[in-house]
């Protein structure tokens, strides 16, 4: 029930040698009841997956199954699936509960059973005062609220949302997230969610799947992804700000870049030219002459709760992010960081896939 | 407009009370003669206060007993006829027009774009150039003197096909994809969707067409050639005798009026959703 399984998915536009691939070969596979969000740049193919499981675009190659029935051929209403658009996509000349019963109408639900589902989604998603409302008279947090409530009523296997939140306010959006995972537990539905917004994919997924240009760059919990990115891609992706990512040379315990030396607190993993990353969050500044990397100070920022102090070593540059209770250095002084050898990135430089 | 001066304000009420005038008093002109007796009509000058004949001027022209030497076909009957035509022609424009922009704009079929070609050429083209040809199939398929004659040749419409396209491309994707993920088909989504997101659009081409089909002259003076099918605009000429023979001007004058009040009905009680179609969308 519920599960979702991407087989080898990928997506052509045109055909023949002309033919533009944009999903090359996408694996994975969601479990029933499992909120998984995929997250990438914009252009990166992850609404474009959304979209071929919903049937709203046609799979060019591999399959999807949904609840263990390979969808390919199926139209989208008889998937068993919801979706939320990202304009929410209300019927502007019906009411809320028109807007909501719209399907159950067309699928030839009796008209007691269709009161009583809408009646239930307006309570849990608190839109009982405002039913009879077109939804041009709804602030955008409400009719967000109904195109959930059009996805509830249906009691689908799997909801698909399509970047709900980017068209609210920081604050709703906020507000809306903790909602959409109350919802979540509610009902305990298999959600597929797709966002640009890397704070949106840490908060809300079980496991999140991050995308870039067409590919699966890695599918895991937000702790994985975190601590353990699997390639340079999603280093620098997933954190803000983005992980520091420096190519050298490795030998030992030496890291040499551009010529100069910055000792390693371990041994790299193997020798050769590697990429060493470093999230701003895990390094410290102590004064200079420790030991460590000698830095110059080039830029200070100054985030409220955080200071974000911007450091060069010769052309390599440096983000670091310490508390803003701690007295700053100046800019131009000289300063030492020092990492855990645990907190540093080991990446190929050929494949920019994890070494260690 | 933005500055605030009384010379201006005056110059500009004075350009408007002009303009007012030179519609308004030819208008007037129809009126007070439909009031007067066909001797005083042909008095010089005329006399510009109303008459005491409204009364009897009008009855005679609805029921067509007048006593002109040209045609004296009763007026209600061919208002009747107008009303008709012009319903019919500005309903099936619009059915036909949003059926076709619908295929046109939601289905992939082949030579789509020279079906939409083809229909936005027939926009270049006016009813005169096509007018015999049309004349020959409508007349061969015993068609003259008919309600389908008068209607079926003036109701394919590339305009409204043409503004109901524009009006659905900018309905956005979404909506379509929201339907059919709601379970509706094709005509499901036209019938419960597509077709109330225009009715704004509806109502203001229905204004166009009406007074379109309302005011049709060349084409009714073609196919009717029987007093009980002239639409009103062709009976206003059929009442107007040719050479020496006297014409009853104040009948005449009676059914012009009498035949521009529907249209003007038609948008002043629509004026409203005129302007709205016109203007925005909603969406």
Redesign the interface.
């Known amino acids: 029930m519920g599960a979702i399984s991407i087989r080898k998915v990928e997506k052509r536009y045109g055909h023949g040698p002309k033919a533009n691939a944009v999903i090359h070969g996408v694996n994975a596979e969601i479990a029933d009841g499992e909120f998984v969000v995929i997250v990438g740049p914009s252009g990166c193919g992850k609404s474009t997956l959304l979209r071929m499981v919903?049937?709203?675009e046609e799979i060019s190659g591999g399959e999807i199954a949904i609840s263990g029935r390979v969808v390919n051929d199926t139209?989208?209403?008889?998937r068993d699936?919801?979706?939320v658009?990202?304009?929410?996509?209300?019927?502007?000349?019906m009411s809320v509960f028109e807007n909501m019963a719209?399907?159950l109408k067309?699928?030839k639900v009796p008209l007691a059973e269709i009161q009583q589902r809408v009646d239930k989604a307006a309570k849990i998603l608190e839109l009982g005062q405002f039913l009879q409302r077109k939804p041009?008279e709804l602030s955008g947090g409400q009719r967000q609220r109904v195109a959930m409530g059009?996805a509830i009523v249906r009691q689908p296997q799997v909801f698909l949302f399509d970047e709900p939140l980017s068209n609210l306010d920081a604050k709703l959006r906020a507000q809306t997230r903790l909602e959409i995972q109350k919802l979540h537990k509610e009902l305990g539905v298999t959600s597929l969610f797709v966002t640009h917004d890397q704070v949106e994919a840490m908060t809300l997924a079980e496991r999140m799947i991050v995308m870039n240009a067409g590919r699966m760059e890695q599918i895991g919990t937000p702790e994985e992804v975190y601590h353990r990115p699997a390639t340079t891609f999603v280093a620098g992706f997933i954190g803000s700000p983005p992980m520091n990512l420096i190519k050298g040379q490795a030998d030992g315990s030496r890291f040499i870049v551009d010529g100069q030396t910055l000792p390693l607190p371990g041994a790299a993993p193997r020798s050769g030219e590697l990429i060493l990353g470093l999230r701003p969050e895990h390094a410290s500044l102590r004064p200079a002459g420790n030991l460590g990397w000698q830095l110059k100070v080039e830029m200070l920022e100054m985030l409220g709760a955080e200071r974000l102090v911007y450091c060069s070593a010769g052309s390599v540059l440096f983000t670091v992010r310490v508390e803003a209770t701690l007295v700053p250095p100046k800019i131009g002084d000289i300063v030492t960081l020092q990492a855990a050898p645990d907190q540093l990135h080991w990446f190929d430089v050929a494949t920019t896939q994890r070494i260690a | 407009m933005v500055e605030r001066r009384p010379t201006l304000g005056i110059l500009a009420h004075v350009v408007l009370i002009l303009g007012v005038l030179v519609v308004a008093f030819p208008l007037y002109v129809t009126f007070v003669a439909s009031t007067q007796t066909a001797a005083e009509i042909v008095q010089a000058p005329m006399s510009l206060l109303p008459g005491s004949h409204l009364i009897e001027n009008y009855t005679a022209a609805l029921q067509g007993t007048g006593m002109g030497q040209a045609s004296n076909a009763p007026v209600g009957r061919m208002m009747m006829i107008s009303l008709i035509t012009a319903l019919v022609i500005a309903f099936g424009k619009i059915a036909i027009s949003l059926l076709s922009a619908f295929a046109i704009v939601y289905f992939r079929f082949p030579f789509r774009m020279f079906f939409f070609w083809a229909i936005f050429v027939t926009l270049m083209l006016p009813v005169e150039v096509r007018i015999g040809p049309t004349y020959a199939v409508v007349a061969s398929l015993g068609m003259l003197n008919t309600y389908a004659g008068l209607t079926v040749p003036l109701i394919a419409s590339a305009t409204a096909t043409f503004l109901f396209r524009q009006f659905f491309l900018t309905v956005p994707d979404e909506l379509v994809e929201a339907a059919r993920i709601d379970g509706a088909g094709p005509m499901r989504f036209f019938k419960d969707i597509l077709v109330p997101l225009s009715t704004t659009s509806i109502a203001a081409l229905f204004v166009i067409q009406f007074i379109y089909g309302w005011n049709q002259y060349l084409w009714p003076l073609l196919v009717t050639t029987n007093e009980n099918m002239y639409p009103v605009v062709i009976g206003i000429k059929r009442m107007i005798s040719g050479g020496d023979a006297a014409t009853d001007w104040n009948i005449v004058m009676a059914t012009a009026v009498l035949a521009m009040i529907p249209p003007a009905l038609v948008v002043i009680l629509m004026q409203r959703w005129f302007v709205k179609g016109l203007v925005d969308t909603e969406k």
């Open positions: 919903a049937g709203l139209e989208p209403s008889e699936i919801a979706m658009f990202q304009n929410y996509a209300l019927y502007p000349h719209y399907g067309i699928a041009r059009r």
